[in-house]
């Protein structure tokens, strides 16, 4: 029996990791000579104290959740998928394709097309390094690595080479057409009389992003393959003696893994630039390996995970734009929160083992 209870080890853990790194946070921020309490204040006013600040942090955390849960479901699988970067990227190209070879009449319609096409296009790039863990032995952490530079250099090509409307210098598509483009939360909301920003990107995906998490935890948890690749997970060895193919649940997890990191495209390439630009990820695909870490790799604790490093973006930026404090301090205050809620994990975790322990010998 595990000596943490359950909600200490979902709850108190991440939360005490949290309450760690911004103590630590406070203390940089007071070393380069600023108020840290000034400091919280205006992220908290940036991020959440408008429409507009929580349209930002919305589409930030709506990114993060797409891969946040690739990389849980690949994790769940024994898996270390930190190849979403490059899977995002390659979702974009799908999205982008999808966008201007095809005359979708309306932006519905259009949404499922790239929806697809995003998930084809990231399981696709995931499962080249799956095949190669799982016939060759190559390792996926190895591989997916590579694989980031591989999915940046033919983004480039191909957007410089092949996609590059004729007479531009940009290295980005043709803008997508307005009849495929998404719907805002400005939009859906003001449907039944809720104000909210006009000028925030947050948008429709924020929604299939929440979809998404749903799905994850039916499969995870609801489904007899959930039940394989948390097995697998588990223990190779118990797996193969039951039967489970270690190739099949190597190869599924990936795909599926690749697929939501692919889908984070529809969120930035479809419904904020409204084409495919170069850096359209923008490391979203590393954040989220630290919001699964955070989350526990549980998709309501990846949606929680996702809010809070939204958050950071947000509000990072607003610290940027209104006071002093570079923006390289939010990697900072990110770097904090990884660190203890992944690499330090134990730390916190240790002493509370001995506290509930004692708890347990004196109530005995």
Known sequence: MDVVPKWAEVILVPLISLILAAILSALVILAIGEDPVAAVNLMITGAL??????????????????????VSVAFHAGLFNIGGEGQAMLGGLGVALACLLVPWPHWTIALLAATLAAALFGAAWAAIPAYLQARRGSHIVITTIMFNFIAAAV????????MRPAGSMDP??????????????HDILGVVGIEFSKSAPANVTFLIAILACVLVWLLLWRTWLGYEIRSYGKSESAAKYAGISPFAITMIAMLISGGLAGMMAINNVMGEAERLVLNAVEGAGFIGIAVALMGRNHPFGVFLAAILFGFLYQGGAELALWTSIPRELIVVIQALIILFTGALDNMVRMPLERLFLMIRRGNA
């Open 155 to 162: 983004l480039n090509y191909v957007l410089v080479n092949l």
């Open 172 to 185: 980005a598509t043709a803008r997508f057409p307005e009849a495929v483009h998404l719907p805002t939360l």
């Open 49 to 70: 104290g408008s429409t507009y600040g929580w349209g930002y942090t919305l589409y930030y955390a709506t990114n993060f959740l797409f891969t946040g849960l690739a």
